[in-house]
């Protein structure tokens, strides 16, 4: 298994340009995540899913769109890109359907995606 | 809201060592998780350690153990036998059971320096 995987793993944008960020996940897991890294900060959930169809806003969402149509996909659409938004971005998943199992709910990361707007 | 704090923003210890790393939170939950995770300069986010918040059981994972203290609202990473490897920023996360998608509420990380 490939686990969680993220494209691209860096990126300058300009103000206002748009891009798509990717995650697929090989684990077969339900539930997605989207956060960002500040520097010197923890992770800020931005957007969530819960499974194909199904997503929801997170602390941080303004700014960005997510969809997920495929249990394995889920992108973060950056529109109008600000220099706010100059952070690393880690896509996550997990598996949260059976509570006996010793592994239901742990979150695996991507590598994290470096995004610079200037 | 939950809250999770780490207090200390950095800390060293010497190759072979034991460190304990500190977190608290402020919760109303009753069942809920907690984690260890490691972030290496190469910034991948590594899963440490987790404990369930119905077992009074410390959870242990080879040289890494909490001490998880539920009354306290305390989840402290000690981490034995330090190794060159070790040296990472260590985030303290919180999870509310299977509510609001599962999420994590992270800390602000404390910066862990092994020392040869």
């Known amino acids: 298994n490939a686990g969680v995987t993220q494209t691209p793993k860096f990126r300058i944008l300009k103000i206002g340009q748009s891009m798509t960020l990717q995650c697929t996940q090989d684990?077969?897991?339900?539930?997605m995540y989207w956060y960002r890294q500040d520097p010197g900060m923890g992770l800020k959930l931005i957007y969530y899913?819960?499974?194909?169809?199904?997503?929801d806003k997170g602390e941080v969402p303004n700014g960005y769109n997510v969809s997920r149509s495929t249990t394995e996909d889920f992108p973060l659409r950056l529109e109008l890109a600000a220099p706010s938004q100059t952070s690393v971005y880690f896509c996550?998943?997990?598996?949260?359907?059976?509570?006996?199992?010793?592994?239901?709910?742990?979150?695996?990361f991507g590598p994290g995606t470096r995004l610079t707007v200037l | 809201a939950q809250t999770v704090t780490q207090s200390q923003p950095e800390m060293s210890v010497q190759e072979a060592e034991t460190v304990t790393l500190s977190c608290t939170y402020d919760?109303?939950?009753?069942?809920?998780?907690l984690f260890w995770y490691k972030q290496p300069p190469s910034r991948q986010m590594i899963l440490v350690i987790r404990?369930?918040?119905?077992?009074?059981q410390n959870a242990t994972e080879n040289r890494f153990s909490v001490n998880f203290q539920k009354a306290a609202k305390s989840f402290s990473l000690k981490i034995s036998d330090s190794q060159l490897g070790d040296t990472a920023m260590y985030f303290c996360?919180?999870?509310?059971?299977?509510?609001?998608?599962?999420?994590?509420?992270f800390g602000e990380g404390t910066q862990l320096t092994v020392n040869p």
């Open positions: 919760t109303s939950e009753n069942n809920y998780y």
């Open positions: 899913s819960v499974g194909a169809g199904i997503t």
């Open positions: 404990q369930e918040a119905y077992k009074q």
């Open positions: 996360a919180f999870m509310k059971l299977r509510t609001s998608g599962s999420r994590l509420t």
């Open positions: 996550a998943s997990s598996y949260s359907m059976d509570p006996g199992l010793a592994d239901t709910d742990t979150q695996y």
């Open positions: 684990m077969n897991h339900n539930y």
